[in-house]
């Protein structure tokens, strides 16, 4: 069982060349967002020489809503939590831009007490644009349902008084022609006449009462 | 209404004398992590969080009472109300800083000294007034908090905020968004960018310090001058630190210069401070 892995003939070298040439961004960086390793994958995807990038903050990277994110929402995290998943970062340097997801998990070397921070980075293009379309429609949605609501209390202004008013009305005036004197015939059309409008009536308060829930 | 369920009032100690921790815009009481383990052998601690963050009532969130600073400063007082304190010691972190200020204007009588942690009273530039974002910038932020709120389930929300007993409920959550709500973090959000609260500096009586990082995008270095010199009785203490969170990336620091302020005999502790922390 001892060469369980026969590929792995100089496991050094490997372990570099998988940690340079690896689908993802790798870096460390430390508590104050200096960056101390980059991989090779990071560095061909913001277009620079390791020399640009060692020891300045990652969070220069960042466009400036990133930035303040980071620092408002991220730091503290990382700090509390020791790590943060798929938080949504846009790089935007001058001569690299592109969406990302950032996930970092602290930890220490042997023997050290410094904190270090271990990070991922995904490009996400087209999850990105998937993802805006989903914000989008979801930001129009609740655009409509307020509106919706706009017109569904107005609509129950409308019920409760323009169309009870003039309804009242007309059951005040089926009391007055039930008070004259006419014929039996005529009688009997103004009580149905007066059933039809109480229950119009009713009708239009539990509607409006419905409409204000 | 019960103020201390609504707000998840935590109390820490015994002590004789009370101090007060109000966390800011971004986070909950959790950040108060290392000032809770230095200040509970003396001192009675409160620590809560305002209504939308952490584990408080998300029910009793009220779009306008909470559209000013002063809502949140109502938080404030009625706790202490409450909890029938005196002579806080109120740290306020950011925008609590300035939330403190409108607090202590309102009743004087509660407080006996302010701390501000990473404090600006207003954030956004405005003619030869250097608060360091501009409009654009916030919505830039604005936005990045949309795409990293898409994960926000609003089913789950519920089940964490009734249940402060089950932290594992919150875990998923917390891990990523401190556990706010996200409605009402934007709202939150604006009323922390968009209050001008420089003519409150003025008005404060109550004696203050300025904890400020010398490194701090929303609180560039010239701030802490700007409110000394409009605050009557404030003193200003720089600290080595990068970022906007010193109580979490800085605390032994940030911990001698509040007990520099509290300890020492006249409270004026102008100097570049203090023991720098192992890793800023």
Same mark, same amino acid.
């Given at each position: 069982?001892?060469?369980?892995?026969?590929?792995?003939?100089?496991?050094?070298?490997?372990?570099?060349?998988?940690?340079?040439?690896?689908?993802?961004?790798?870096?460390?960086?430390?508590?104050?967002?200096?960056?101390?390793?980059?991989?090779?994958?990071?560095?061909?995807?913001?277009?620079?020489?390791?020399?640009?990038?060692?020891?300045?903050?990652?969070?220069?990277?960042?466009?400036?809503?990133?930035?303040?994110?980071?620092?408002?929402?991220?730091?503290?995290?990382?700090?509390?939590?020791?790590?943060?998943?798929?938080?949504?970062?846009?790089?935007?340097?001058?001569?690299?831009?592109?969406?990302?997801?950032?996930?970092?998990?602290?930890?220490?070397?042997?023997?050290?007490?410094?904190?270090?921070?271990?990070?991922?980075?995904?490009?996400?293009?087209?999850?990105?644009?998937?993802?805006?379309?989903?914000?989008?429609?979801?930001?129009?949605?609740?655009?409509?349902?307020?509106?919706?609501?706009?017109?569904?209390?107005?609509?129950?202004?409308?019920?409760?008084?323009?169309?009870?008013?003039?309804?009242?009305?007309?059951?005040?005036?089926?009391?007055?022609?039930?008070?004259?004197?006419?014929?039996?015939?005529?009688?009997?059309?103004?009580?149905?006449?007066?059933?039809?409008?109480?229950?119009?009536?009713?009708?239009?308060?539990?509607?409006?009462?419905?409409?204000?829930? | 209404?019960?103020?201390?369920?609504? /707000?998840?009032?935590?109390?820490? #100690?015994?002590? $004789? @004398?009370?101090?007060?921790? %109000?966390?800011?815009?971004?986070?909950?009481? +959790?950040?108060?992590?290392?000032?809770?383990?230095?200040?509970?052998?003396?001192?009675?601690?409160?620590?809560?969080?305002?209504?939308?963050?952490?584990?408080?009532?998300?029910?009793?969130?009220?779009?306008?009472?909470?559209?000013?600073?002063?809502?949140?400063?109502?938080?404030?007082?009625?706790?202490?109300?409450?909890?029938?304190?005196?002579?806080?010691?109120?740290?306020?972190?950011?925008?609590?800083?300035?939330?403190?200020?409108?607090?202590?204007?309102?009743?004087?009588?509660?407080?006996?000294?302010?701390?501000?942690?990473?404090?600006?009273?207003?954030?956004? /530039?405005?003619?030869?007034?250097? #608060?360091?974002? $501009? @409009?654009?910038?916030?919505? %830039?932020?604005?936005?990045?908090?949309?795409? +990293?709120?898409?994960?926000?389930?609003?089913?789950?929300?519920?089940?964490?905020?009734?249940?402060?007993?089950?932290?594992?409920?919150?875990?998923?959550?917390?891990?990523?968004?401190?556990?706010?709500?996200?409605?009402?973090?934007?709202?939150?959000?604006?009323?922390?960018?968009?209050?001008?609260?420089?003519?409150?500096?003025?008005?404060?009586?109550?004696?203050?310090?300025?904890?400020?990082?010398?490194?701090?995008?929303?609180?560039?270095?010239?701030?802490?001058?700007?409110?000394?010199?409009?605050?009557?009785?404030?003193?200003?203490?720089?600290?080595?630190?990068?970022?906007?969170?010193?109580?979490?990336?800085?605390?032994?620091?940030?911990?001698?210069?509040?007990?520099?302020?509290?300890?020492?005999? +006249?409270?004026?502790?102008?100097?570049?401070?203090?023991?720098?922390?192992?890793?800023?």
């Amino acid at each position: 069982m001892q060469n369980f892995y026969p590929l792995i003939s100089s496991p050094k070298t490997d372990f570099e060349a998988f940690y340079n040439q690896a689908p993802c961004g790798l870096f460390i960086f430390r508590a104050n967002g200096t960056i101390v390793h980059i991989n090779q994958t990071m560095l061909v995807w913001l277009n620079a020489n390791a020399e640009e990038v060692i020891y300045k903050d990652f969070t220069d990277l960042l466009d400036k809503g990133g930035k303040l994110y980071y620092q408002l929402f991220i730091q503290p995290l990382l700090t509390m939590n020791n790590e943060v998943k798929e938080i949504s970062f846009h790089i935007c340097t001058p001569k690299a831009d592109f969406h990302c997801l950032f996930s970092a998990k602290v930890f220490q070397k042997d023997g050290e007490d410094e904190p270090l921070f271990a990070a991922t980075i995904y490009q996400v293009a087209e999850r990105k644009k998937y993802e805006d379309e989903l914000l989008k429609k979801k930001q129009q949605a609740d655009l409509e349902k307020e509106m919706k609501e706009v017109t569904l209390k107005e609509v129950a202004y409308d019920q409760s008084h323009l169309v009870r008013a003039p309804l009242a009305n007309i059951v005040g005036l089926i009391s007055l022609l039930d008070e004259m004197e006419c014929t039996s015939e005529v009688s009997d059309l103004i009580k149905l006449l007066k059933i039809s409008a109480n229950k119009l009536d009713e009708q239009v308060i539990k509607l409006a009462d419905k409409l204000n829930e | 209404m019960d103020i201390l369920k609504r /707000n998840n009032v935590r109390i820490f #100690g015994d002590g $004789d @004398k009370v101090m007060m921790l %109000a966390h800011g815009f971004g986070c909950d009481q +959790n950040v108060w992590r290392h000032l809770i383990d230095a200040y509970q052998k003396e001192h009675t601690l409160i620590v809560f969080d305002f209504v939308g963050a952490g584990q408080s009532d998300l029910s009793a969130y009220d779009s306008l009472r909470y559209s000013t600073l002063d809502g949140y400063a109502a938080d404030v007082l009625e706790i202490i109300e409450t909890l029938n304190l005196r002579n806080v010691i109120l740290v306020g972190h950011s925008v609590s800083s300035m939330i403190g200020v409108r607090a202590a204007i309102n009743k004087p009588e509660y407080f006996s000294q302010l701390v501000f942690v990473a404090p600006s009273p207003y954030y956004i /530039n405005d003619g030869d007034y250097v #608060g360091g974002l $501009d @409009k654009a910038d916030l919505e %830039a932020l604005f936005e990045m908090m949309e795409s +990293n709120y898409l994960g926000w389930s609003s089913a789950m929300a519920p089940l964490i905020m009734g249940n402060p007993h089950k932290p594992e409920l919150g875990e998923e959550l917390t891990a990523n968004f401190c556990a706010t709500d996200p409605d009402i973090a934007r709202e939150f959000a604006r009323v922390t960018f968009f209050s001008d609260s420089r003519g409150d500096l003025v008005k404060l009586t109550v004696p203050s310090v300025t904890l400020q990082c010398n490194q701090d995008m929303l609180a560039p270095l010239h701030i802490g001058d700007y409110i000394k010199r409009y605050t009557p009785n404030n003193s200003l203490v720089i600290l080595d630190a990068t970022g906007h969170c010193p109580h979490l990336s800085a605390p032994a620091q940030t911990i001698e210069a509040i007990n520099c302020y509290l300890f020492s005999d +006249n409270n004026l502790i102008d100097a570049k401070l203090l023991s720098p922390d192992l890793f800023t």
